[in-house]
């Protein structure tokens, strides 16, 4: 027999002990895995989830009391915010808290390229140091420009990097002024961009306008020496066309941190390119920022089954129905 003065939630997140018994002070927890969510969420209010974790339509017909989904990631392209607004529930995530690890990586991936590190470690791993010529010579990033699809948060701390560098920078976003502090980051339309940039780095929600934004028209406007960095999300770049431009040495290379599907079928045909990086997500991959990341969805679920604006909301507009309890 549940406790109805306590709200139901359905964790999707695995919680260390500490942050379960903050939210059981004040919440009934039912852990739940995408398989099994539907026999526990009709009497949910709240569900914290992993930011791929999918939330269709139909399991919304199955949760008639659901009021927040608190994602943990910056991402929101799990839920479609047009029917959470029609049924008012309140969409969360964690920005801000996992800028500088995603701007870190970045940076790194970005220096991972220039200098062939991974083919490099390879060579050595292999034994093939003293038997064969190393992999080849890298690229001075001074001098070279970044370009930049999306530039909010991340995109301005991969710039702020960048300087240090001694990389010019240009920018396309919905907006053509950088703002101040950045008289240094010039904005481009996304065609002049990709033919100047040496590297082009993604850091752009997915959405309806963004999916495939980069496709095969957009990596024929690319330098044969342009490398592709995306810590962003997979679909905002065209897979198959990436795969094919690089097979095709089109383009240089690309590192990718994200891809259309996570993880990859072991037949993926990029994954047995040598001119692609693959690494599994690990943008927010830090102790710290895991944590933070935790600590800000906790606040977001519990300050919206209190009744009270969470710190982030991606869909403002749900909050006065998501407030209250139904």
Known sequence: ??????????????????????????????????????????EAEGLLCPAPFPVPAALLDLAPRLRVVSNFGVGFNNV??????RRG??????????????ADLTVGMIVAASRGLVANANYVRERRWGREPVP???????????????????GKAVAHRARAFGMN???????????????????QALDALLREAD???????????????????????MKPSAWVINTSRGPVIDQAALTNALRERRIAGAVLDVLETEPPPADDPILTLENAVILPHIGSATVETRAAMLD???????????GEPPPECVNPEALPRALQRR
């Open 199 to 221: 590297v082009v780095s993604v850091h752009t929600n997915l959405t309806p306008e963004t999916f495939h934004l980069l496709g095969e028209r957009e990596f024929a406007q």
């Open 89 to 102: 529930i309140a969409v969360c995530n964690t920005p801000g808290v996992l800028t500088d690890a995603v």
């Open 1 to 42: 027999m549940r406790d109805v003065e306590k709200p139901l939630v359905c964790l999707a997140v695995a919680l260390p002990d500490d942050a379960l018994a903050g939210l059981a002070d004040a919440c009934e927890l039912r852990p739940v895995a995408a398989d099994t969510i539907a026999s526990h969420i009709a």
């Open 136 to 154: 080849g010579l890298g690229w001075d990033l001074r001098g070279k420009t970044l370009g930049l699809i999306g530039f909010g948060r991340i």
């Open 169 to 187: 920078t240009c920018f396309f976003d919905l907006f053509d002024s950088p703002g101040a502090g950045w008289d240094d980051c010039v904005y």
């Open 296 to 306: 800000l969805s906790i606040r977001n679920l519990k300050a919206v089954l209190a």
């Open 80 to 85: 479609d915010l047009a029917e959470m607004n």
